[in-house]
C-alpha cells in the first residue's frame, strides 16, 4: 500500500545509498563556505546521497526546501535554521511523514523537542561567555570606563542571541564595561565595515569591539584603519570562529582574542544521519568541542589551517 510504512521508503533507489537533504542557511561568512565544504566532503566520502539546497539567508527558502525534501520523500533532512524562531508547522509535517530531522550547527526554539531527533553544534552563550571571560581578564585591576561596540549576527539566528546573552552575562559583574553600541552586521564582512563606520563616527571613544564572527570583526578592521586607528591597539577586538583569515589578523596583532566555532560538522552529521535512518538512538544534543586562541597561539596553528 502506499503511505503509511515507514520503513525503506528513501528514494535512494536500489543501491541503499542514504539520501540526505540538506538546507543551509547561505554563504555569509568564511565559517559558512567551510561548513559547506565539510558537509559536502564528508557527504561523498560516507556514501551518502546529498541534495543541498542553499537558502541564501532566507527562512522562506528554507522552508520550501524542507517541504521539497518531504515531497521527495529523502531519508534524512538536516538544516542550520537562519533564526530560531517559526519553525513548529514545517517539522511536524516532516515528523508526519515519517522522515527524521536533524539540526545542525543552529537551535531551533521550539518546545517540542519530538520535532527533531537530534542537534548537533556548538555551544554559543558558552563562546559569548569565553569572550566575556577574557575581556575582564585583560581588565583586570583597571578601573576607568570601558566603552565596548558589539556587532551582532543576523537578528533571530541562534549564534547571535547566545553569543550576546553569554557576553553580557560575564561583564555585568563589573559596572566599568558598558556596551555603548549594539547593532548587527548580519555576520558579513560588507556590514561589519559599514556598522562600524558609523561606530566611529558616532561614539567619540571606543576601548573594544565584539564582534560575533570573524568576517564582522575583519570588516571593522578596514573601517578603523580607515579612520586612522590601529585595530588590535587603539581598539581591543575579540571575535568568534578561529576561520584562516581571522586567525591571521590574530597572528598580526590586529585581532587580539578569537573564542573558536567549528564548521568541520560534516563527519559527525553523516554518522548521526546513518544511525538515525538505522533507527538508533541519538543523544538529544551533540557538542562540538571547541577552544580560544591568542596572538601567539594563532601564529603556532596558522600553517596547519586548514579553513
Ligand atoms: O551559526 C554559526 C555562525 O554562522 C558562524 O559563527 C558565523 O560566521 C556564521 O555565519
Partial sequence: GCGGDDGDSGSGGGDGKLVLGFSQVGAESGWRTANTKSIQESAASAGVELKFSDAQGKQENQIKAIRNFITQRVDVIAFS?????????????????????????RAVDSQDTSLYKTFIGSDFVLEGKKA???LVKDYTGKTDPV???????????????????GFADVIKADPKFKVVASQ????????????????LKAQPKIDVLYAHN???????????????????????????????????????GKINYIVECSPLLGPQLMDLAKKVKAGETVPQRVLTEETTFTPEQAKAVLAERKY
Fill in 147 to 165: 566603552n565596548i561596540v558589539e556587532l551582532q549576527g543576523t537578528p533571530g539566528a541562534a549564534p547571535a542571541n547566545d553569543r550576546k546573552a
Fill in 214 to 252: 570573524d568576517d564582522m570583526g575583519l570588516g571593522a578592521i578596514e573601517a578603523i584603519e580607515a579612520a586612522g586607528k590601529k585595530p588590535g591597539t587603539d581598539i581591543k577586538i575579540i571575535t568568534v570562529d578561529a576561520v584562516k583569515d581571522g586567525m591571521t589578523a590574530l597572528s598580526e
Fill in 184 to 199: 548587527t552586521g548580519q555576520f558579513t564582512r560588507t556590514d561589519g565595515k559599514q556598522v562600524m563606520e558609523t561606530f
Fill in 132 to 134: 566575556g571571560e577574557w
Fill in 81 to 105: 535554521p537562519v533564526v530560531e524562531s517559526g519553525w513548529d508547522t514545517v517539522l511536524k509535517e516532516a515528523k508526519d511523514a515519517n522522515i527524521p530531522v536533524i539540526l545542525t550547527d
